[in-house]
Every structure is written in structure tokens, then in C-alpha cells.
């Protein structure tokens, strides 16, 4: 369900709103179960919701430590086959509070605006069950293949934003949630969504300009530690960003009720599709 919402409607929100407000946040997993009672608690998830957009990240424990590279060009072909196994998205969450029988999310083929790997891994909706006063959130496969347990993380509901950068070489979009951010673009070329990058890079016969081709795609996750901090990369699908700043300071000036979206000055190109602030 989708409501367009504006400045008319409430001083400090615009944008459409595609699902509930106790969903907006910053959310990290903190396992997943299998219908064959095994469980993942190791691989690092983050979903990071604005009013619509959604931008999620997963980075497999497995994944070499190599943050003290410089890029591409520092690592081994066997390395970039490790970064190829990351999986990210992101795009647009629907959600059907009267589905039964539970309410619903969803991101189907079209909700998507670009993701890491070509194939979308995790098709299936998930069925919404929130406890703890809504700072844990259940998501069940309606299959029954996979439950996932999601908690709300502090300082992320100050307020919530998405932006896309104009002109950009690439889509490119960063998602805010309070103290949270997630910086995402896409690569330049396009690829069959039919195979895995590991596939993809088999087909190349792990090439290496084609491996790093496939791989030319971020997904990056930070945090600032105070007010008027920049945000910080904690994880990113390239490792050398780790630490780093993620240079977008001014997105704070977002969450200011003495603001209006209609003179904001942002950097970069940069355009508000949504803003909300509680």
C-alpha cells in the first residue's frame, strides 16, 4: 500500500510511505534459522528502512579482513572470488498490513532498483510479527525455509531519509536512519540476472578485469558517533572503505525542524525522494 505524502501533510515528512512507521529504522539481524534447524548468527545483515527505500546489506563472516588494501588492483584473483560471495539490494519494501496470515513485506522483481549479486537469493515475501514493544521484528518465509530475527538499533528513528544523486555515472542512492546511514551504487555494467557473480566470473574464466568488473559495486554501512560527526563506514563490500568517512556530513541538517526540503542545500547533485522525521 502506497501514500504520497508531503510537506501539506505533516511539517516534516515527504516522500511516498510504503510501510508502517515501526518499521523505519536501522535493523541488524541477529540470526537466521533454516527449516533444517540450522542457523546462521555470523554473517553481518543490515536493513536499513526509510519510509519506502530500503537499502540491505550481508557480509559473510568468511569474507577476507582487507581493510588495509588499497582496491582491486591489492587483492589476489582468489580474493575477489571471497567479495564476489557478499549480497546486497536495494529498492523499494511494500507492505500489506492486512495479508493473512500475517501481515506481509515484500520486494518483488520490480520493487528493486539495483543489487550486488545479479539473482535475487531470498525471493519469497516475509511474514511481519514485531515484539518487545517493537524493537524485535520476526520475519517468517511463507514456506517455512528461513525465520529471521531483526532488532531495532539504538538512535536510528531521530529521522529517516533517502536520497539519489543526480547525474551520476551510476544509481546511486544513500539511505539515513538517525545515527545510521547506508551508501549504495550501483556498478556500470550490466549483467544477466540469471547467474551469480561466481557464476558470471566462471563464464569469464576468472579474468581479472572482468572480476573486477562484476565487483564494482558498493554497499557500505556507517555510523556517527555524535552530533556533527560524519558517519563513519563500519562495513562495506569494499573492505578498504572500512573506516573511512563516508563524506556526506550535511545529511544531519536533514533531521532540523527549522528546515524545509524546499531550501535545503545539499552537496553533490543530491535530491531528497523521501524525509521523515517523528
Known amino acids: 500500500m502506497e501514500r504520497d505524502v508531503s510537506f501539506q501533510d505533516a511539517q516534516f515528512i515527504c516522500g511516498t510511505s510504503t510501510v508502517p512507521e515501526k518499521m523505519i529504522g536501522c535493523w ?9 534447524g540450522t542457523e546462521d548468527k555470523t554473517t553481518r545483515v543490515i536493513w536499513l528502512q526509510t519510509l519506502s527505500g530500503v537499502g540491505d546489506i550481508r557480509i559473510p ?50 520493487a528493486y532498483l539495483f543489487r550486488f549479486q545479479p539473482v535475487i537469493t531470498f525471493p519469497e515475501p516475509g511474514w511481519i510479527e514485531w515484539l518487545n514493544s517493537g ?17 531495532l538499533q539504538p538512535e536510528s528513528r ?3 531519509a533517502h536520497l539519489t544523486k543526480r547525474d551520476a555515472a551510476s544509481a546511486t542512492c544513500l539511505y539515513i536512519a538517525g545515527e545510521h546511514a547506508v551508501y549504495a551504487r550501483n556498478r556500470t555494467a550490466d549483467l544477466p540476472s540469471h547467474k551469480t557473480l561466481l557464476e558470471l566470473a566462471r563464464d569469464a574464466q576468472y579474468e581479472r578485469n572482468r572480476l573486477e568488473e562484476l565487483l564494482d559495486c558498493e554497499f557500505s554501512y ?57
Open 61 to 110: 563472516a568468511s569474507r577476507p579482513h582487507l581493510r588495509e588494501r588499497k582496491g582491486f588492483g591489492d587483492c589476489s584473483k582468489e580474493e575477489l572470488l571471497k567479495l564476489a560471495e557478499q549480497d546486497c539490494f536495494c529498492g523499494v519494501t511494500l507492505f500489506d498490513p492486512d495479508a493473512n496470515p500475517f501481515p506481509t513485506a515484500s520486494w518483488p522483481k520490480e
Open 222 to 278: 556507517a555510523r556517527h558517533a555524535k552530533p556533527g560527526d560524519d558517519y563513519k563506514i563500519v562495513v562495506s563490500t569494499l573492505p578498504w572503505r572500512e573506516g573511512k568517512s563516508l563524506g556526506y556530513p550535511w545529511v544531519q541538517d536533514l533531521a532540523s525542524k527549522a528546515t524545509s526540503i524546499e531550501n535545503l542545500a545539499l552537496g553533490d547533485n543530491w535530491t531528497v525522494k523521501s524525509l521523515w522525521c517523528p
Open 158 to 160: 531521530s529521522f529517516a
Open 135 to 151: 524493537t524485535r521484528m520476526i520475519e517468517k518465509s511463507p514456506s517455512g525455509a528461513y525465520e529471521e530475527d531483526w532488532r
Open 28 to 36: 541488524e539481524r541477529l540470526s537466521i534459522r533454516f527449516s533444517d
